[in-house]
């Protein structure tokens, strides 16, 4: 028999549903961007958030007091990415409406989806019609609609359940690059999510299953199913609209994501909120009692934690380059492999361990090189020259601290260089000084490349210090470039780009669209090279030949005769060519 209200023990069983549906939706909401290269994220942002939520009711109480704070403040300390801090928001509010109710009816459960839908708008700067925000906002409107003479707790979902198809189905109609990919928001897609297990709790019936992805163009593979789950409507062009990642909007204009926890009194918050919009985009603030989740899309990373301790105290800083986020390769080639609703998806966790290599500590080492690694033929560059220790990670397989400590420890060294190669990882990797007793110094290298240009200045007889500024100012001079294959048909900052086209990106995004990998990674060189320059390093990929990296060479020597080329196989995935210029 269905419920007519949902008191404690359902609220906590929901936020256990919400969580499996999103962790069997992940790879679905992941898979497509509006930006063609493959990096959609918000799936795996949403569930981060959710199990940071299960997590805290596990040591919670009974009562609706006590399982709706730790909603709350699970969210709120567990939210990843602009997907994750606007659906903690949405929870935070929906979780301190019902437990100032008591239980949650039909006619509370109304009230507090408009409670979420205004968090939710207020904690944005600047709110984007066609995103999670408008998919909120319509089921509310619909809620308090159908709940005006009186309706069942089924009714109401029900009901909540066809108005947010409707409306997810339309934002392509309200934001113009999701028409341009032909796709739907990806955040009101795992909206919708939490009002099917917000059904399950209520008359038992099962979560929707993910759509059946088709995996064999890579993590581009369009949908292949007609709805976000079973009884959907059917998207324009008869093609299922897929979902965009926490990126898509602000690919262009803006590079990184930074976000940190603020510690800030509310009146300082508005100061706060105005230094930022200076700043960047896709702003959300969202906390109270003197702690705020913090996210900004922008180009001055410094200016905007600066911006944090103009007020109070950031900390938890996460910076992320939006254009090198990145699926693993092994889960998206078998969907099989997806993280059951047990397993934890937090990207410390889904680092793959930590290698010691049998190479004899160097005559004289005072200072070891922990460098992260993706890509077999990458690895063993890195222990050509002379790291030890290699953590496998990259983007969302991200080592923790405690596994760089562990790699510190199991090398037995005093004096340590960390080489996080991802933007994603370098604020951990700065912590790990604070947690050892061992001298640890961390260049912030940002890819491949400058983590291999670092390693040619490394001494393993000079101390940390010495070391972190000769690895520092190699890094530094190295001009990267990658390339990768579009996953989608779509319009870019230089004109359209086909799906299964070649791109050619810098430090700065996307620079050629080409039809061949070869001709992306020349025309990128084109752009990157100048007379100045005196050495390419190629590092090819696990999709990648040494027939095209013949002719890459062929082409400099055509175009740049006095530039040497040097080859490596780095066997990473997804990216055909890692470029380095120096």
């Known amino acids: 028999m269905a419920l007519e209200q949902l008191g404690a023990p359902e609220m906590r069983a929901t936020m256990k549903s919400f969580c499996d549906a999103l962790v069997t939706h992940r790879d679905m909401l992941n898979q497509l961007n509006v ?78 989806l408009r409670k979420a839908s205004v968090a939710a708008d207020e904690a944005v700067s600047v709110p984007v019609e066609g995103t999670i925000l408008t998919v909120v906002r319509d089921v509310s409107y619909a809620a308090a609609e159908f709940v005006k003479g009186g309706a069942s707790l089924v009714g109401l979902l029900e009901c909540c359940l066809a108005a947010g198809r409707v409306s997810l189905q339309r934002t392509p109609e309200l934001l113009p690059q999701l028409a341009r990919a032909n796709v739907v928001d990806a955040g009101g897609a795992g909206f919708l999510l939490l009002l099917d297990a917000l059904a399950t709790t209520t008359d038992g019936r099962p979560l929707p299953e993910p759509p059946v992805t088709d995996t064999t163009v890579g993590v581009g593979a369009a949908l292949a199913t007609s709805g976000v789950a079973e009884g959907a409507d059917t998207a324009p062009h008869g093609q299922f609209a897929a979902t965009q990642g926490d990126a898509a909007l602000d690919a262009g204009p803006t590079r990184y994501e930074v976000m940190f926890f603020l510690e800030a009194p509310s009146e300082r918050i508005g100061e706060f909120r105005s230094a930022w919009e200076e700043l960047g985009d896709s702003i959300v603030i969202v906390g109270d009692d003197g702690l705020w989740n913090c996210h900004i899309h922008s180009n001055q990373i410094g200016a905007s934690i600066e911006a944090g301790i103009e007020v109070g105290r950031p900390f938890d800083i996460r910076i992320t380059d939006l254009y090198e986020q990145v699926d693993h390769i092994e889960t998206l080639a078998d969907p099989s492999a997806a993280l059951s609703a047990t397993d934890p998806v937090s990207p410390s966790s889904a680092a793959e361990g930590i290698t010691i290599s049998s190479t004899a500590q160097a005559a004289g080492a005072i200072t070891e090189v922990v460098a992260v690694s993706v890509g077999s033929g990458v690895a063993r560059m890195f222990e050509s020259l002379g790291v030890r220790a290699i953590i496998a990670g990259g983007q969302t397989m991200n080592p923790s601290t405690a596994d760089f400590l562990q790699a510190i420890e199991q090398l037995g060294a005093q004096q340590v260089v960390l080489l996080p190669n991802n933007s994603n990882i370098i604020a951990v990797a700065e912590q790990v000084d604070a947690c050892t007793e061992a001298v640890v110094r961390v260049i912030p290298t940002r890819g491949i490349a400058e983590g291999l240009a670092a390693l040619v200045a490394y001494n393993p007889t000079l101390d940390a210090a010495q070391n972190y500024q000769a690895m520092f100012d190699a890094a530094a001079e190295v001009v990267a470039g990658e390339v990768t294959q579009a996953v989608r048909d779509t319009d870019s900052e230089i004109g359209p780009v086909a799906k299964g086209q070649w791109l050619g990106l810098d430090r700065n995004g996307l620079r050629v669209v080409a039809n061949s990998a070869v001709g992306a990674a020349t025309g990128l060189l084109a752009e990157l090279l100048s007379h100045e320059h005196e050495l390419v390093t190629v590092i090819y990929g696990a999709d990648a030949t040494q027939a095209q990296v013949a002719e890459i060479q062929s082409w400099l020597a055509t175009n740049h005769p006095d530039i040497e080329l040097e080859a490596h196989e780095g066997n990473q995935p997804l990216y055909s060519f890692y470029l380095g210029v120096e």
């Open 35 to 112: 930006y063609p290269v493959p990096d959609g994220d918000t799936g795996t942002n949403m569930a981060l958030t959710l199990q940071s939520v299960v997590a805290a009711l596990e040591d919670a109480g009974d009562d609706m007091s006590a399982v709706c704070g730790a909603i709350s403040h699970g969210s709120l300390m567990g939210a990843r990415g602009n997907s994750g801090v606007i659906l903690s928001q949405i929870l935070r509010a929906l979780a301190g409406y019902v437990a100032s109710m008591g239980a949650a009816d039909a006619e509370v459960l109304a009230g507090s």
